[in-house]
């Protein structure tokens, strides 16, 4: 994708895990207007070479920024997107504040790139598991159509911020507290429904039957998730070795793992086997880093879509 060489990018929380790594990705991928956006407490601090300014709302309507990547929590971005939006630039939140929201597009570039061209100030950026999970699952669907899911996400505590990643690298692992830091929705953790409404909503199939059990495992970065799924038609794991190693942003690995999928942009895939269980069943697993495709590589990418758009407009 062709990047106007001329977009003006703002990293709001680039003091954040999300944040560091989206400066260091926006580097390599060519972007040179940058700035970075962070709490009062942040502001004046170099990080990765940039001076940090503080995230105010007179200066996200400054009008001086295209682009803004949210790295912050979601009653930070419910304040701070709609006053980068009312300076005039686009916003790519990856908070969950606007996810669900109808009518502002929910993107994977490898998906559902259309959606982010659609004309919006706003464009969400999905869960870190969601991501992985719909990149595996659209070419499937694609050549035989998906009729049930079922996923288990395992998930490191980079997902839930600096301080739980502080608290693993000093804490013996007997010692760690992994308790939840999600929230029960009804019968299940919000984080299992917003997988299921999120997948739902960025492959356009909204009564697609998805189970999911979501839990935190003591590892650094990266996510693992087990895939179970049913399709309309029959498919062999040779063909679907052969349609996943043809998509965009996969990796065929005979054994994925966080380690493995740590610092790389693909998406890991493999344990790609039937499920005799079920009729047209299989089963697969995949491992990617959270804080790169899972967050911020997809919202950059998302980026690039947009500031390409402006090359060929």
Same mark, same amino acid.
């Given at each position: 994708?062709?990047?106007? !060489?001329?977009?003006? =990018?703002?990293?709001?929380?680039?003091?954040?895990?999300?944040?560091?790594?989206?400066?260091?990705?926006?580097?390599?991928?060519?972007?040179?207007?940058?700035?970075?956006?962070?709490?009062?407490?942040?502001?004046?601090?170099?990080?990765?070479?940039?001076?940090?300014?503080?995230?105010?709302?007179?200066?996200?309507?400054?009008?001086?920024?295209?682009?803004?990547?949210?790295?912050?929590?979601?009653?930070?971005?419910?304040?701070?997107?709609?006053?980068?939006?009312?300076?005039?630039?686009?916003?790519?939140?990856? #908070?969950?504040?606007?996810?669900?929201?109808?009518?502002?597009?929910?993107?994977?570039?490898?998906?559902?790139?259309?959606?982010?061209?659609?004309?919006?100030? =706003?464009?969400?950026? !999905?869960?870190?598991?969601?991501?992985?999970?719909?990149?595996?699952?659209?070419?499937?669907?694609?050549?035989?159509?998906?009729?049930?899911?079922?996923?288990?996400?395992?998930?490191?505590?980079?997902?839930?911020?600096?301080?739980?990643?502080?608290?693993?690298?000093?804490?013996?692992?007997?010692?760690?507290?992994?308790?939840?830091?999600?929230?029960?929705?009804?019968?299940?953790?919000?984080?299992? #429904?917003?997988?299921?409404?999120?997948?739902?909503?960025?492959?356009?199939?909204?009564?697609?039957?998805?189970?999911?059990?979501?839990?935190?495992?003591?590892?650094?970065?990266?996510?693992?998730?087990?895939?179970?799924?049913?399709?309309?038609?029959?498919? #062999?794991?040779?063909?679907?070795?052969?349609?996943?190693?043809?998509?965009?942003?996969?990796?065929?690995?005979?054994? !994925?793992?966080?380690?493995?999928?740590?610092?790389?942009?693909?998406?890991?895939?493999?344990?790609?086997?039937?499920?005799?269980?079920?009729?047209?069943?299989?089963?697969?697993?995949?491992? #990617?880093?959270?804080?790169?495709?899972?967050?911020?590589?997809?919202?950059?990418?998302?980026?690039?879509?947009?500031?390409?758009?402006?090359?060929?407009?």
């Amino acid at each position: 994708m062709a990047i106007d !060489p001329a977009t003006r =990018i703002g990293v709001v929380g680039g003091t954040g895990a999300v944040g560091t790594v989206t400066l260091g990705l926006l580097r390599e991928r060519g972007f040179e207007h940058v700035r970075v956006f962070a709490s009062a407490r942040s502001a004046g601090k170099e990080v990765a070479g940039y001076t940090v300014e503080e995230a105010t709302p007179e200066a996200l309507e400054r009008g001086d920024i295209d682009i803004f990547l949210f790295s912050v929590g979601t009653g930070a971005s419910r304040e701070l997107v709609p006053h980068a939006v009312n300076g005039g630039a686009i916003a790519i939140d990856k #908070s969950s504040a606007y996810r669900l929201e109808p009518g502002i597009p929910l993107v994977v570039p490898e998906v559902n790139p259309q959606r982010a061209l659609e004309g919006g100030r =706003i464009v969400a950026n !999905p869960n870190c598991c969601t991501i992985p999970l719909t990149c595996t699952l659209k070419p499937l669907h694609e050549a035989v159509g998906l009729t049930r899911v079922r996923v288990a996400t395992y998930q490191s505590v980079s997902g839930a911020g600096a301080q739980a990643m502080d608290r693993l690298a000093h804490e013996a692992p007997a010692e760690h507290d992994l308790r939840m830091d999600w929230e029960f929705d009804g019968e299940e953790f919000d984080e299992e #429904s917003k997988l299921r409404a999120e997948t739902r909503k960025i492959m356009e199939l909204p009564d697609l039957p998805l189970q999911a059990t979501c839990v935190r495992v003591p590892v650094m970065v990266g996510h693992a998730e087990a895939i179970w799924i049913e399709t309309d038609e029959p498919l #062999s794991p040779e063909q679907a070795t052969a349609i996943l190693g043809a998509a965009p942003s996969i990796r065929l690995d005979e054994f !994925p793992s966080p380690g493995k999928a740590k610092g790389i942009d693909d998406v890991l895939v493999g344990r790609i086997r039937r499920d005799p269980t079920v009729e047209n069943g299989l089963a697969l697993f995949l491992a #990617s880093d959270n804080l790169r495709k899972g967050a911020a590589l997809n919202a950059i990418q998302i980026a690039e879509l947009l500031a390409g758009d402006r090359v060929t407009a």
